[in-house]
């Protein structure tokens, strides 16, 4: 089955700072990448996702990166804000047929104002 | 809007006990999963459903069992808690008509077990 690992697993930064979460998957039958963000107390809740075609998508100051030959993908949020505060989790998956998400176990970013 | 809605939201119990969590969705997706959240350890599947004839099982199912009781219910239970069972849960939705790969959360139901 696929494992996902996820590095930091905390990661402190100023405001303004950039941050880069890494994730390395292991079935190269997986073509789907999505991040979830989850703020405290709250639920997870898709933030950027990126496929297989693609090695780079951004949405404002979120980007996603994506190397399929080695297996590995990042989120990179520019211009940290404290709201930016949360537990992200990465994820990998093939779209279609009887694919489950595999998960990460999470990066807790914190943004000190 | 649409939702996964998720009852109760808080549940404290004591080892033993039978306790069921339920989900339910107006999302009109097909695909159910229920997810147990611990610190450090990330969003691990415990059950998932294609359909409501369809009940799987995922990797931490042991202690757990599901009904999928029609499209839109998928419940949850511990048939007898234990205090390791205590974490956050949460159950999650997707639609195979759009590929079935992303994921829409539940608010979550937090469980103790004393």
């Known amino acids: 089955g696929e494992n996902v690992e996820q590095h930091p697993s905390t990661l402190s930064v100023q405001e303004g700072d950039s941050a880069v979460i890494k994730c390395t998957y292991s079935?190269?039958?997986?073509?789907?990448f999505p991040w979830y963000k989850q703020e405290l107390g709250k639920r997870p809740q898709l933030i950027i996702d990126?496929?297989?075609?693609?090695g780079e998508k951004k949405d404002q100051r979120i980007a996603v990166t994506l190397n399929k030959t080695a297996k590995h993908f990042s989120l990179h949020i520019t211009e940290t804000q404290p709201e930016d505060s949360a537990v992200y989790f990465c994820?990998?998956?093939?779209?279609?047929?009887?694919?489950?998400?595999?998960f990460g176990r999470g990066t807790s970013l914190i943004v000190h104002p | 809007d649409a939702d996964v809605t998720q009852t109760p939201r808080n549940r404290i119990t004591k080892t033993g006990k039978r306790i069921m969590l339920e989900c339910s969705q107006t999302?009109?997706?097909?695909?159910m999963y229920w997810y147990r959240q611990d610190p450090g350890l990330g969003l691990r599947l415990i059950y998932y459903?294609?359909?409501?004839?369809?009940?799987n099982k995922g990797e931490i199912s042991d202690g757990y069992s599901v009904s999928r009781q029609a499209q839109a219910k998928f419940s949850l239970s511990l048939e007898s808690a234990i205090p390791n069972q205590t974490a956050l849960y949460f159950c999650?939705?997707?639609?195979?008509?759009?590929?079935?790969?992303?994921?829409?959360f539940g608010s979550g139901t937090q469980l103790s077990v004393l």
């Open positions: 459903s294609f359909d409501v004839k369809d009940i």
């Open positions: 999302k009109g997706h097909d695909r």
């Open positions: 994820a990998a998956t093939a779209s279609g047929g009887s694919y489950i998400p595999t």
């Open positions: 990126i496929r297989s075609n693609v």
């Open positions: 999650a939705t997707s639609d195979y008509g759009q590929g079935g790969e992303k994921l829409f």
């Open positions: 079935d190269s039958a997986s073509n789907y």
